[in-house]
């Protein structure tokens, strides 16, 4: 998608400037041709924006394409030629691992808002009563993590840091449906699902059987 912005040291009628990639536009920021009230645009913008309002979705939006540019580059073609390497059930371990602490760190980071509510950390003299809202709440959390990272990202950030990959075995674009699904079985079961990773040909735990999807490992350049 072509991008333009106006450059006011040009005279009038020659300051749009353009069209430039998502790519160029960011290289242009970093190397400070642009300012905050610098406007931009593109195609689907009702008028010009400010680069300071736009920045964070372009950013967003550019990590999105790279990540799909490395799965259509290099995972993609492991499928087609059936010679996938598949994550093993150790690394998806430890991508659990990783995970975990994260979801941790979210939990405390919303400690206004369950405190707010009622809900404390889990403690050793809870009832099972005493505890269900805080564990509604814990997975609500992995259920959000989960379903959005993968959609946008195909992978949490544990995945992501040992670089493997959750893909459709179609090789089609990961869906919210799918996303979800995949999340829900995976907290339904309790991470039991996992261990069938350790026997299936595909390394597949249960949730990814059922969503037809496959963890794989980036091929490394």
């Known amino acids: 998608?072509?991008?333009?912005?106006?450059?006011?040291?040009?005279?009038?009628?020659?300051?749009?400037?353009g069209p430039w990639s998502l790519r160029q536009m960011l290289g242009f920021a970093e190397q400070?041709?642009?300012?905050p009230e610098t406007l931009v645009w593109r195609d689907g913008y009702e008028?010009?924006?400010l680069w300071s309002t736009v920045e964070p979705e372009v950013k967003c939006e550019f990590q999105v394409e790279t990540i799909k540019q490395v799965i259509e580059e290099k995972v993609l073609p492991s499928l087609a030629a059936d010679k996938a390497n598949y994550a093993s059930f150790w690394m998806?371990?430890?991508?659990?691992?990783?995970?975990?602490?994260?979801?941790?760190?979210?939990?405390?980071?919303?400690?206004?808002?369950?405190a707010h509510l009622g809900i404390v950390a889990p403690q050793a003299t809870q009832t099972?009563?005493?505890?269900?809202?805080?564990?509604?709440?814990?997975?609500?959390?992995?259920f959000c993590y989960n379903s959005i990272f993968v959609k946008n990202y195909s992978g949490t950030l544990g995945k992501m840091a040992l670089g493997i990959v959750v893909v459709r075995h179609d090789g089609?674009?990961?869906?919210?449906?799918?996303?979800?699904?995949?999340?829900?079985?995976?907290i339904f079961f309790f991470g039991v699902s996992h261990l069938?990773?350790?026997f299936d040909m595909e390394k597949?735990?249960?949730?990814?059987?059922?969503?037809?999807t496959r963890v794989l490992k980036l091929q490394r350049a």
């Not at 998608?1 to 400037?17: A, H, L, T, V």
């Not at 371990?93 to 206004?112: E, G, K, N």
């Not at 099972?128 to 992995?142: D, G, H, K, Q, V």
């Open 1 to 17: 998608m072509d991008w333009y912005y106006i450059d006011p040291s040009k005279p009038e009628g020659k300051r749009r400037n």
């Open 32 to 35: 400070g041709a642009f300012v």
């Open 47 to 49: 008028g010009w924006k």
């Open 92 to 114: 998806r371990l430890c991508a659990l691992a990783l995970d975990y602490v994260v979801i941790q760190l979210i939990f405390i980071l919303l400690t206004p808002f369950h």
């Open 128 to 142: 099972l009563a005493e505890l269900m809202p805080t564990t509604i709440f814990m997975l609500s959390i992995i």
């Open 172 to 186: 089609k674009p990961m869906t919210w449906s799918c996303a979800f699904l995949r999340s829900f079985l995976s």
């Open 196 to 198: 069938l990773a350790i």
């Open 204 to 212: 597949r735990a249960l949730h990814d059987v059922v969503a037809n």
